[in-house]
């Protein structure tokens, strides 16, 4: 299963569905993550503490945990390739669906690893669905 950084997010942070997303990981089998994953995930802990939602060290000790998680094996990571690139090129010409540069890396790496996509984004859920990516109910 390839994890997207809305589902990431729930499972170290608070949020609507942290409970589905604790259940999904901790039956998944192997859950894959990309930099790109690392990334957005960082900036979406930055943006809490921008925000006033989390101190600097509550923000430094979430992505320490996470970064710990996936040095220890809870992720396995999914090189960002040259294929993962055209496969992600070719789902953006192909959608309908207007699927942002970042997303199309994500089904790129869902689509080139034939992972099933975790992912709380109706968009990206709806564009993986017509690119006939499999994805997870949440």
């Known amino acids: ?6 589902c990431l997010a729930a499972y170290y942070l608070p949020e ?3 409970k589905r997303v604790q259940e999904v990981i901790q039956s998944a089998g192997d859950v894959y993550v990309s930099h790109l994953t690392d990334l957005e995930f960082l900036s979406a802990i930055k943006k809490k503490q921008r925000m006033k939602e989390m101190d600097a060290v ?3 000790q ?20 040259p294929k993962v690139f055209k496969a992600s090129e070719i789902l953006l010409q192909t959608t309908k669906t207007s699927l942002r540069t970042l ?4 089904l790129g790496v869902a689509y080139e690893y034939k992972l099933k996509l975790f992912s709380f984004d109706d968009v ?7 690119c006939n990516i499999k994805t997870l109910d949440y």
């Open 1 to 6: 299963m390839y994890i997207d950084t809305s």
């Open 16 to 18: 609507l569905h942290s």
């Open 58 to 60: 509550l923000s430094d």
């Open 62 to 81: 979430v992505y320490s945990l996470y970064n710990e998680h996936r040095n220890n094996g809870l992720y396995r990571l999914a090189d960002l390739t």
């Open 103 to 106: 997303d199309a890396i994500h």
């Open 124 to 130: 990206m859920l709806k564009a993986a669905n017509e």
